[in-house]
């Protein structure tokens, strides 16, 4: 029973670390103009996003712009594209590969260890789409700003900071990670299922009576 709750708390790790990927691809604060610096105008704030760039005033009101064109955009920007959307689908693949491994559903019931396998590999999934996709995405972005930042031919008015979507995109991967991981130790042990018969009492001898 232990292990069941570690693989239903490790699935709903994971699941949540799904929807903060959704949610930080669809954000639109992926870097924000810096006020470091003098004459810095603190009038309005730029935003860019994997899918718009926005401009907030100080009155409130906020302005966004869709990207005309794929092939304009930075390398970056489209390469983080990629490997973030291909890193929900994954995600949502993981999160169906694994639910017909657990324990508490009812597929595979018959087969014990195939099912064992089956969520083994659903965290495995977890893991690629966290380690290799989003974590690499958002790590690189970051690596990006924070480099044209130091840059000194860089403009003043051109340097930009870390967004909101940064940081919920490296939260969701920490909770893929770390779901993913209880997925795959709930799943090591083997041995640990099987069950055998009790011993059997020793039976004693019949004698005939006279």
């Excluded at 693989?7 to 699941?15: E, H, N, S």
């Excluded at 409130?60 to 990207?67: A, H, I, L, R, W």
């Excluded at 909770?175 to 041995?191: P, T, W, Y």
């Amino acid at each position: 029973m232990a292990n069941a709750g570690l693989q239903l708390l490790g699935y709903t790790l994971a699941f949540l670390g799904f929807i903060g990927l959704i949610a930080s691809t669809t954000m639109a604060e992926w870097k924000m103009s810096s006020y470091a610096g003098d004459n810095i105008i603190t009038a309005q704030a730029m935003y860019e996003g994997l899918w718009q760039a926005c401009v907030h005033q100080s009155t409130g009101q906020m302005q966004c712009k869709v990207y005309d064109s794929i092939l304009q955009l930075p390398a970056e920007v489209q390469s983080t594209r990629g490997l973030m959307i291909t890193s929900i689908f994954l995600g949502a693949a993981a999160l169906m590969v694994t639910a017909v491994g657990m324990k508490c559903t009812t597929c595979l019931a018959d087969d014990k260890q195939q099912k064992s396998k089956v969520a083994l590999a659903g965290g495995v999934l977890f893991i690629v789409a966290d380690m290799v996709l989003a974590l690499a995405a958002t790590s690189w972005y970051g690596e990006n700003i924070r480099r044209k930042f130091f840059d000194p031919f860089t403009p003043t008015n051109s340097r930009y900071e870390f967004g909101k979507a940064l940081y919920v995109g490296w939260g969701a991967s920490a909770l893929l990670l770390l779901g993913g991981s209880m997925l795959c130790c709930n799943c090591g042990s083997k041995a640990a299922g099987k069950s055998y018969p009790p011993p059997r009492a020793a039976e004693r001898p019949k004698t005939d009576r006279v």
